[in-house]
């Protein structure tokens, strides 16, 4: 695609986002609380192992096929992104066939990737696949500042010669070379990154003190449906064996990516929140031990089964106090849910985040329902209060979309929640599988 066909693109997607999405960024949810949940909810693919793996058919010369992708605004947008370099992306009822045969372009435009930082996973595969990338900066965004020196120092070990200009990572190497990588923190994006650019590095790529999210072996589990040699995935220790690109070969069948473990804490969560009965299907709990551990300790009836977990009506339950940290421990992704949870439980807790910066933006618009959170540094002190009261609150970011959500589900009275594009971003049609549960939300268009 030339530079001029390239402008165009972009003018045009623009142009198209924003009449399609235009009163979609104004929608605010009306909640009327408080609500008792009961059925049951089926859990949607996982949001961030879908936006690896649908980078990682940039490594495939051929179409792939994915059953139930789900319908996100971020997965849109990285299909948008792979569409700019040429993949071609069609759905065919639940299935959804992406052919990275030929791509005419390997260029990550600004415009795509400043709305999702995700858009920066496409480095390692081009790098691989045709030894050049040009993939803008990510910059930061509203939890923090999420620097991707630890992607780049990768990139470099692997023998690729980076420079930053006028925004953009201009990545160029005549052949990865397989390496051994120690990261200085286990970056989730890091790792899926650098697993991506080992698959066609000549040569075996070990990464130490690697993230062992279960997104990651998910990932792993999808190249190795390709043909790739790949061990310890899971583990903080990653051997990538490199190979050729003839070698990658289609699956027989469509792949279907796990299910979304933080979108079942949410709504396992607001079942307790709501002293209701609800059967919360279609992913593993084994992704959540620590959340549903830390859970039962503060009180919840919780069954747990193969694909399932079923919420019990509980008594009231009781504080905890919790540090995030890089999985298995108790995920910064759930921190902010939790902390609604704890907003109403008897006695006090404690959160600790410590995987980003600026985490606690969902407190101030808590305190407006009533919720008692004293921040200090990056620990928050949170004192239980009998219950909350409905009030207009404005939506930061996804997971703080969601922790206000699970408050006015509860609290006594109607919430107006704007901006729910952020949650749209991440949860797949929740007022709707809320309301099917027996919420009260009504979505206003902007
Ligand atoms: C992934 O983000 C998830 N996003 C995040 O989920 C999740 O919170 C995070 O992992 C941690 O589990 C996707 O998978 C799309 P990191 P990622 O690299 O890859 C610092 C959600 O709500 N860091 O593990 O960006 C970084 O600043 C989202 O679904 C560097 O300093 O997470 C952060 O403080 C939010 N340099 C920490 O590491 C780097 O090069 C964790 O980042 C990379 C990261």
């Known amino acids: 695609m030339s530079i001029n066909q390239r402008r165009l ?10 009449k ?31 936006l690896p793996i649908l980078v990682a058919t940039l490594l495939c010369p051929y179409p792939v096929t994915f059953d139930s992708i789900p319908e996100l605004m971020d997965v849109g947008t990285i299909l948008k992104l ?47 696949r045709y030894g050049v990338a040009s993939v803008s900066l990510p910059g930061g965004c509203a939890i923090g500042a999420r620097p991707v020196d630890i992607h780049l120092m990768g990139m470099e ?17 005549k052949k990865l070379k ?43 589990d999808f190249l190795i449906a390709q043909g790739v040699k790949i061990e310890g995935a899971g583990t903080s220790h990653i051997t ?25 804490a949410t709504f396992i969560i607001a079942a307790i929140m709501s002293k209701g009965e609800v059967r919360v299907e279609g992913f593993n709990p084994k992704h959540l031990t620590y959340v549903l551990e830390t859970l039962i300790k503060m009180g ?18 009781k504080g905890a106090i919790i540090e995030t940290a890089p999985y298995p421990g108790f995920p910064t992704d759930v921190q902010a849910q939790m902390m609604a949870l ?67 589900l509860i609290a006594s009275g109607e919430s107006e929640i704007q901006r729910v594009y952020h949650l749209d971003r991440g949860y797949e049609k929740i007022d709707e599988k809320l309301t099917k549960l027996g919420a009260k939300i009504k979505r206003v268009k902007g």
């Not at 693109?9 to 924003?18: D, P, T, V």
């Not at 999405?21 to 192992?49: H, R, Y």
């Not at 991506?196 to 062992?212: D, Q, R």
């Not at 919840?300 to 339950?317: C, I, M, N, P, Y």
């Open 9 to 18: 693109f972009k003018e045009e997607f623009l142009q198209s986002a924003q």
């Open 20 to 50: 399609h999405f235009s009163g979609w960024f104004m929608d605010k949810l009306i909640v009327e609380g408080p609500c008792t949940l009961k059925g049951s909810v089926q859990i949607s693919s996982a949001k961030n192992a879908t």
């Open 82 to 128: 792979l569409q700019s370099m040429g993949v071609k992306v069609t759905k065919k009822g639940s299935q959804t066939i992406v052919d990275a045969s030929h791509l005419d372009n390997q260029h990550a435009d600004y415009a795509l990737v400043k709305t999702m930082r995700a858009s920066v996973l496409v480095l390692g595969p081009l790098l691989a």
């Open 157 to 173: 070990k692997l023998g690729a010669e980076i420079e930053i200009e006028n925004g953009y990572i201009k990545a160029h190497c």
């Open 178 to 220: 397989g390496a051994t990588i120690t990261l200085p923190f286990p970056s989730v994006g890091a790792t899926e990154n650098l697993i991506m650019a080992a698959v066609l590095a000549e040569g075996t790529t070990i990464i130490e003190n690697a993230a062992m999210e279960p997104e990651i072996d998910d990932l792993a």
């Open 240 to 264: 990538v064996h490199g190979m050729d690109i003839k070698q990658l070969k289609s699956p027989a069948k469509p792949y279907r990516v796990i299910g979304d473990r933080i979108e079942a």
């Open 300 to 317: 919840a009836s919780l069954e747990v089964g193969e694909d399932f977990v079923l919420v019990k009506k509980s008594q009231r339950l």
């Open 342 to 408: 704890m907003s109403v439980v008897e006695g006090n807790s404690v959160v600790t985040e410590t995987i980003f910066e600026n985490r606690f933006m969902h407190v101030p618009e808590m305190g407006r329902m009533g919720s008692k959170v004293t921040l200090k540094g990056n620990s928050a002190l949170i004192e239980g209060v009998e219950d909350l009261s409905g009030a207009p609150v404005m939506c930061t970011d996804l997971r703080a979309s969601a922790a206000l959500i699970l408050c006015a």
